[in-house]
Every structure is written in C-alpha cells, then in structure tokens.
C-alpha cells in the first residue's frame, strides 16, 4: 500500500469509526474497501497519530475489542 493511499485509509478509519462506533470488523473493513487484516494493522499505526506535542492526551485511540 503507497504512502497517499495508506493516508487516505487511515483518515476514511477515523471518519467511519468517530460515525459509527462498535461496527464490526467486516463492516469497517468492506466500508473502506480494506480488508480485516489491514484494518486491523490501520488501527495499530493510528497509535502513532497525534497532532503535536504528541503528548499522550494528544494521540488518536482506537482499538478492536474481541
């Protein structure tokens, strides 16, 4: 995945995760046009996203509960 579309994807994850929160996986997956695996491996990167200084308060939390 190219770093614009990997940009793209993990900005459609927090747009669609901040409208509907506790979609499933799949869901998420099929409304990004991604698969589970790379929301998944989406959702670890956001961790590393924040706006400065990237204190902890200011870093994006998102999760996949079992």
């Not at 940009?7 to 747009?15: F, P, S, T, W, Y």
């Not at 669609?16 to 491996?41: D, M, Q």
């Not at 961790?47 to 902890?56: N, R, V």
Request: charged residues 25%.
């Amino acid at each position: 995945m190219g770093d614009n579309t990997r940009v793209r994807k993990l900005l459609q994850l927090v747009a669609y995760g901040r409208r509907h929160p506790g979609a499933r996986l799949a869901e998420v997956a099929e409304a990004i046009a991604s698969t589970p695996a790379e929301v998944k491996s989406l959702v670890e990167q956001l961790s590393l996203c924040g706006k400065p200084p990237f204190s902890p308060n200011d870093l994006i939390d998102a999760w996949i509960e079992a």
